[in-house]
């Protein structure tokens, strides 16, 4: 199926460990996006890549860094993880946002202990 | 300083009555807005957008009503249904190329 892919779907790290989420899409977007959600706050941007070879600091960049790829792939890395760092992370893509919106993957939901 | 402000953190509604979501935003420059369902474990899916020429977009259910001058958008959902239960997020961009800024999100609960 067309869309955002998200690997893994569920971790749990011990403090200090180090991951990499992945994200790929197939929609041939040139923007893509991470993204923090933790219990009664809304989204938050944490790096986006208007397009490849580009990449830029979002709301809450502490503790991470990104890497794209290529086109289609967008990584989040968490160098030494923290238990602040505990949220669910989506990734997007997007052409044109304002008027078709972002696609979102289905989130990955990381525990740190 | 939130420039896309959601109010209301949660709503109940009866089902088969009208849902009204609000969304306020402080940026003259957006001309471009969207909202967002979430279900629990699932990513944001698109639902409806509208652009600053428009004052008013229909969806079967879902209508959004943009004030510009009020900068105030909603979102209304009629009949609204117990499957209609999610987190919405309303969103706003400067052009259409550009990114999205979100509201903080409002749970709408429908109870049968």
């Known amino acids: 199926n067309a869309g955002v892919t998200q690997t893994p779907k569920f971790q749990v790290l011990k403090t200090g460990q180090s991951m990499t989420l992945q994200c790929a899409q197939d929609m041939n977007h040139n923007s893509m996006y991470w993204y923090r959600q933790d219990p009664g706050m809304g989204l938050r941007l944490i790096y986006y890549?208007?397009?490849?070879?580009?990449?830029d600091k979002g709301e809450v960049p502490n503790g991470y860094n990104v890497s794209r790829l290529n086109k289609r792939e967008f990584s989040l890395r968490l160098e030494s993880a923290a238990p602040s760092q505990t949220s669910v992370y989506f990734c997007a893509s997007s052409e044109l946002a304002g008027i078709s919106g972002y696609t979102f993957g289905s989130g990955t939901r990381l525990t740190v202990v | 300083d939130q420039q896309v402000k959601q109010n209301s953190p949660s709503l109940s509604v009866q089902e088969g009555r009208i849902s009204i979501l609000n969304c306020d935003y402080t940026n003259s420059m957006f001309d471009y807005f969207l909202w967002y369902k979430k279900y629990p474990a699932e990513g944001p899916t698109f639902l409806i957008s509208?652009?600053?020429?428009?004052d008013k977009n229909e969806d079967g259910r879902f209508t959004v009503f943009l004030n510009k001058s009020a900068k105030h958008l909603s979102l209304h959902i009629v009949p609204s249904q117990p499957g209609d239960s999610a987190v919405y997020f309303c969103a706003a961009s400067e052009g259409a190329g550009n990114m999205l800024t979100f509201g903080g999100g409002t749970r709408l609960m429908v109870k049968p």
């Open positions: 509208i652009s600053s020429i428009k």
């Open positions: 890549s208007a397009s490849e070879g580009t990449t």
